[in-house]
Structures are given as C-alpha cells and as structure tokens.
C-alpha cells in the first residue's frame, strides 16, 4: 500500500501550535516514526511534508499536490490540538465513508493508550477537500494538556496509528524465539509487500511451489504472511509476503497451524 503521510506544519510561514510542548516537535517525532513503522511493514511511503512555503496556503497546496501527483492510496495528516489547557483527547477527521471508515480504526488504537476519546469528525480541513484519494487528519492530542503532555509517548502514539492503519498488531506477531514452517499449498508468488502483484515490479516476484519451507520468523498482516528467510536467495532478499489463502504457517515440529487473527 502507498500511504502519503503529511507531518503537519514544520515548514517556512506554516508552524504549530505551542502549549506545553511545541506541535511541530511532537508531529515530526511521530510522523518520523510512523514512517519507519509503515517502511519496515512493507509498505511504500510518500512524505508529504513540505520545506519551504510563502504562505499557509501554498504549504497546504504543496502537500495536497505531493499526495495527488504520487497517486497515493491513504492520505494521513498528523497533528496535535490545543485550546484552553483544560480540554484533552484524541480526535480524527475524514469526510469519506472511506474516510471514516479508517478514522474510526486509527481513533480506536489511540483511545487504547489512554487518551479521552472526542470522536470521528467531519470537518472539511483544506487537505481532506482537496486530495483524490481517501484522507484523515489526526488531532493525537492536546499539546497544552498536561494530562496528555504527562501521558504521551512518540514511539507508542505512532504504533497506535500504523495499528489503525494496516490492521497489525503485537498480538498479530508470531513468536521470534521460535522457528517456523511456511506450508505452501498451491503455487503462488512471494512478494516484497501486501499490494496486489499486478501492481509491484514484475522483477520482485519469486514463484514458489508447493511445499514446506522452513522460516525464521513470521507475522500476519493484512490477509498476508511475512516470512523471513535465513539467506536472500530468493529474489536477493530474506523478507516476503505470500497471500495467506496460498499457504499456512506452523512452529516447526508441530503440527499446529498458526493462523492471523484478522
């Protein structure tokens, strides 16, 4: 999947907000992360993020246009709220069914950290209007609040997004202490990530038979296995997802099968 993550503000004539803690800090050690985050699962990422700009409005035109120009699948804007140092929570805005859809998940997993739940919104922010493709805009919280100030954590806030966002959790996650077994039970393909092999390089497909096939690790996600190889003799690298309708995943010497929970 492309997702085109806009790390709000952090740009010439187009800064955050400041309370506690300033929200260009906070939305640049979150947007970082959870580009690494959406990286490392196998995804492809588009910064959206602007450096320079000559007014508000050409900073929020440059970031719509970067997003529309890359033809992006998800569109995500992060930021943090302030009001009245008393108000607190998270809040997430889309304004498609689509939209919604995706803020309702990406709402769900950040409420689990603590944070007051304020809702799925529908206010028309400039970058949800002007985007082609599904969009939300992230409120992670309050920047004055020192409720949240006291409670937020970078690395934590962005796992809870990419959760909301791919659908992985740690409990998706096999055990890596332990060996496995890819089981592949009709031919299929191995790719470099969860988007449909009609749309990847046809140099980065593996064909695979049937059979067993012993990995080192593995995890579900998003209807798909990740397998890591011990070498990267299969299409000069160790990592590769297979569909999980093609094959099934088991602790080597067993005969459980180990299945995604998605």
């Not at 985007?131 to 934590?156: G, H, N, V, W, Y």
């Not at 393909?189 to 749309?199: G, V």
């Not at 990740?226 to 000069?236: A, F, L, Q």
Request: hydrophobic share 35%; aromatic share 8%.
């Amino acid at each position: 999947m492309k997702f085109g993550i806009d790390i709000g503000h952090n740009c010439s004539h187009d800064t955050g907000a400041i309370g506690i803690k300033k929200e260009d800090d906070l939305t640049k050690a979150v947007g970082t992360l959870l580009i690494q985050k959406l990286k490392a699962a196998g995804n492809t990422v588009i910064d959206c993020t602007p450096t320079n700009a000559n007014s508000d409005n050409h900073s929020l035109w440059q970031r719509v246009n970067i997003a529309n120009a890359n033809n992006v699948n998800l569109f995500v804007s992060i930021h943090f709220n302030k009001f009245n140092s008393k108000a607190d929570g998270t809040e997430v805005y889309g304004i498609s069914n689509a939209s919604k859809g995706i803020a309702k998940s990406v709402l769900k997993e950040i409420v689990a950290l603590g944070y007051r739940d304020r809702g799925v919104k529908d206010t028309a922010f400039f970058v949800l209007r002007h985007t082609q493709m599904p969009a939300i805009l992230i409120e992670c919280c309050f920047c004055d609040s020192k409720t949240d100030m006291d409670r937020f954590d970078a690395e934590k806030m962005a796992e809870a997004i990419k959760v909301g966002l791919i659908g992985e959790s740690k409990q998706d996650s096999l055990k890596s202490d332990k060996d496995y077994i890819l089981e592949i039970t009709v031919p299929t393909i191995l790719k470099p990530s969860t988007d449909q092999a009609s749309t990847l390089l046809q140099e980065t497909l593996v064909d695979i038979v049937p059979g067993n096939y012993p990995v080192l690790d593995a995890r579900f996600e998003e209807q798909h296995y990740w397998v890591k190889w011990s070498d990267k003799t299969k299409g000069n690298r160790d990592e590769h997802f297979v569909f999980a309708g093609h094959c099934k995943v088991r602790e080597k010497d067993d005969a459980t099968v180990v299945t995604g929970t998605k």
